[in-house]
T-cell receptor
Framework: QQQVKQSPQSLIVQKGGISIINCAYE??????FPWYQQFPGKGPALLIA?????SEKKEGRFTISFNKSAKQFSLHIMDSQPGDSATYFC????????????FGQGTRLTINP | GAVVSQHPSRVICKSGTSVKIECRSL??????MFWYRQFPKQSLMLMAT?????????EQGVEKDKFLINHASLTLSTLTVTSAHPEDSSFYIC?????????FGPGTRLLVL
């Protein structure tokens, strides 16, 4: 009920290509879905987040697509660059109260130059 | 964006000693802070949730007497690893929540010899 499943575990994309990472959740009460980017030896950094009242949110080269009926959301990185090589985590939570984030397993993205 | 700091960034200690890690929200007040542990190439494992002025809520399997958490103010939480052993060596990351958004610190690398 509380799980967030993320795929793929690792992804290799050529420079300039589109990177796509998918997540699926179970708890329909979740109403906040962030994505975090983590470089080795650093803490996760908030990349972009979406709420279920919209189906898509775009910030620069990063887009979240959200499918409420399928309980799925995905991160698209357009024009992927070597500097985007990092581990990406999706997460879900309730926006009210002291609710914890439920994280996906992470995707290690490598952008080949 | 909001900034969360952690101190120290890395610490090496002898087995049996205690280590304190500080987590501060620098430009916002956080009613809730979270402490995570991360093993290499794995997702973040939530250890505990702490609310200002109250006792921390620990996740199942986390020893509260070993990992002491204090959330003394709206901008400061501390994690003390008591009687540290080599198996406690890990990357510890804190997170501070404001509204629905969680911001993460840069992490603390603990090595217990």
């Amino acid at each position: 009920q509380q799980q967030v499943k993320q795929s793929p575990q690792s992804l290799i994309v050529q420079k300039g290509g589109i990177s796509i990472i998918n997540c699926a959740y179970e708890n329909t009460a979740f109403d906040y879905f962030p994505w975090y980017q983590q470089f080795p030896g650093k803490g996760p950094a908030l990349l972009i987040a979406i709420r279920p009242d919209v189906s898509e949110k775009k910030e620069g080269r990063f887009t979240i697509s959200f499918n409420k009926s399928a309980k799925q959301f995905s991160l698209h990185i357009m024009d992927s660059q070597p500097g985007d090589s990092a581990t990406y985590f999706c997460a879900a939570s309730l926006s009210q109260g002291a609710q914890k984030l439920v994280f996906g397993q992470g995707t290690r993205l490598t952008i080949n130059p | 964006g909001a900034v969360v700091s952690q101190h120290p960034s890395r610490v090496i200690c002898k087995s049996g000693t205690s280590v304190k890690i500080e987590c501060r929200s620098l430009d916002f007040q956080a009613t809730t802070m979270f402490w995570y542990r991360q093993f290499p190439k794995q997702s973040l494992m939530l250890m505990a949730t702490s609310n200002e002025g109250s006792k921390a809520t620990y996740e199942q399997g986390v020893e509260k007497d070993k990992f002491l958490i204090n959330h003394a103010s709206l901008t400061l939480s501390t994690l003390t690893v008591t009687s540290a052993h080599p198996e406690d060596s890990s990357f510890y990351i804190c997170s501070a929540r404001t509204g629905a958004v969680c911001y993460f610190g840069p992490g603390t690398r603990l090595l217990v010899l």
